[in-house]
T-cell receptor, first 116, second 118 residues
């Protein structure tokens, strides 16, 4: 199995530009999570989906952030317009919903975003 | 709301020695799950060990073991026979039980950076 796939691995952009991060979960996993990691705030959940439906988006920082999951094998996290404070590593993780309930979340390699 | 606290920003251990990383959490739930994740310089998040709160027996995975004290809400990680490859950031995480088919999120501590000295 290829694991969770994220693209791009690195993204450098200028303030004000639109950024789109992509994630392909592990096949058969029906929960998908987007996390952001910064030195100041550590690892924080932005949003998660069950069966392609957003369940909890309370971690999305502001309206500039949006996430979609059009099908079971693809999700995007978009930032428009981007700001320097959005610079961080963004992780995607997936897990199956089925029992046993202590299923681990499998993380992708992350996308390092730098906004200049 | 649940919180996870790791009070040791950095730790250091000699190769082949034992080190214990601390984690405390706060919750009003009686059933939950606890995890330790390792993040090496590659940034990949790797599950090290997990513990179900209803189990009294401490989880063990090879050189990694936990000391789970439910009443004290403490969940420490012990690494025995430390190896250079153990050098990484270690995160403690909490998760509520699955209810109604919904998977709940992981709540992470701030991490402990472990250095292993040769």
């Amino acid at each position: 199995d290829a694991g969770v796939i994220q693209s791009p691995r690195h993204e450098v952009t200028e303030m004000g530009q639109e950024v789109t991060l992509r994630c392909k979960p592990i096949s058969g996993h029906n929960s998908l999570f987007w996390y952001r990691q910064t030195m100041m705030r550590g690892l924080e959940l932005l949003i998660y989906f069950n069966n392609n439906v957003p369940i909890d988006d309370s971690g999305m920082p502001e309206d500039r952030f949006s996430a979609k999951m059009p099908n079971a094998s693809f999700s995007t996290l978009k930032i428009q317009p981007s700001e320097p404070r959005d610079s961080a590593v963004y992780f995607c993780a997936s897990t199956p919903l089925a029992v046993p309930t202590y299923n681990e979340q499998f993380f992708g390699p992350g996308t390092r975003l730098t906004v200049l | 709301a649940q919180t996870v606290t790791q009070s040791q920003p950095e730790m250091s251990v000699q190769e082949a020695e034992t080190v214990t990383l601390s984690c405390t959490y706060d919750t009003s739930e009686s059933d939950y799950y606890l995890f330790w994740y390792k993040q090496p310089p590659s940034r990949q998040m790797i599950l090290v060990i997990r513990q179900e709160a209803y189990k009294q027996q401490n989880a063990t995975e090879n050189r990694f073991s936990v000391n789970f004290q439910k009443a004290a809400k403490s969940f420490s990680l012990k690494i025995s026979d430390s190896q250079l490859g153990d050098a990484a950031m270690y995160f403690c995480a909490y998760r509520s039980p699955v209810r109604g088919g919904a998977t709940n999120k992981l709540i992470f501590g701030t991490g402990t950076l472990l250095a292993v000295q040769p």
